[in-house]
Nanobody, 115 residues
């Protein structure tokens, strides 16, 4: 069992930046990959960025060049640095962690981009 706790969401103006954090506990050593997903009202949950235990990253086309995912293995914490935020980035952002046997989700953190 892996427990995930997100933090760092909030309200930001267009063009601004936020950094989301996802702290993993429990069987964090067994995580193969972590990622961030987002869900806007009335829409499905979509992948934003993922990173494997070997550091391979993948980004949604809509965030390439603006968002960066990284993991601090010593702290069992994953980060999503979001720059040049746009109103269409507004959503609840969820952290995800996958082991060989189970996928875990955090509770979500709201990101609102508005002037």
């Amino acid at each position: 069992q892996v427990r995930l706790v997100e933090s760092g969401g909030g309200l930001v103006q267009p063009g601004g930046s936020l950094r989301l954090s996802c702290a993993a506990s429990g069987n964090a050593f067994s995580i193969n990959a972590m990622g961030w997903y987002r869900q806007a009202p009335g829409k499905q949950r979509d992948m934003v960025a993922t990173i494997t235990s070997r550091g391979r990253t993948n980004y949604a086309d809509s965030v390439k060049g603006r968002f960066t995912i990284a993991t601090d293995n010593a702290k069992n914490t994953n980060y999503l640095q979001m720059n040049n935020l746009k109103p269409e980035d507004t959503a609840v952002y969820y952290c995800n962690a996958a082991t060989d046997f189970v996928t875990s989700w955090g509770q979500g953190t709201q990101v609102t981009v508005s002037s």
